[in-house]
């Protein structure tokens, strides 16, 4: 099993930046492709990133290409996503999760992902 435990969230202005962090527990983490996904009130839960297990292939959303980057460092056990020029339609709170089944196919659903954290508050004021 995977536990995951989110961390950088906050209150930023528009046009600011944040990092966000995923830490992982267990040896296995590095086979597993991890994603980002978030969920505004009211709204359904939505995929933001992901990336492979050995951080060779990302994906993103339209919404945030060219501002968001996800990374791994797999030696801290850490997935990261950097968010810049922010924008208040980001706000929500983001969760990082783990695709179990080793699909070569990086995942965009988040009924793909067996294992979440807990989750972390990203609030973008205008």
């Known amino acids: 099993q995977v536990q995951l435990v989110e961390s950088g969230g906050g209150l930023v202005q528009a046009g600011g930046s944040l990092r966000l962090s995923c830490a992982a527990s267990?040896?296995?983490?590095?086979?597993?492709?991890t994603g980002w996904f978030r969920q505004a009130p009211g709204k359904e839960r939505e995929f933001v990133a992901a990336?492979?297990?050995?951080?060779?292939?990302?994906t993103s959303a339209d919404s945030v290409k060219g501002r968001f980057t996800i990374s791994r460092d797999n030696a801290k056990n850490t997935v990261d996503l950097q968010m810049n020029s922010l924008k208040p339609e980001d706000t929500a709170v983001y969760y990082c999760?783990?695709?179990?089944?080793?699909?070569?196919?990086?995942?965009?659903?988040?009924?793909?992902?067996?294992?979440w954290g807990q989750g972390t508050q990203v609030t973008v004021s205008s």
């Open positions: 999760a783990v695709d179990r089944t080793l699909s070569v196919i990086i995942a965009t659903r988040s009924v793909e992902y067996e294992y």
């Open positions: 267990g040896r296995t983490f590095s086979y597993y492709v």
């Open positions: 990336i492979s297990g050995s951080g060779s292939r990302t």
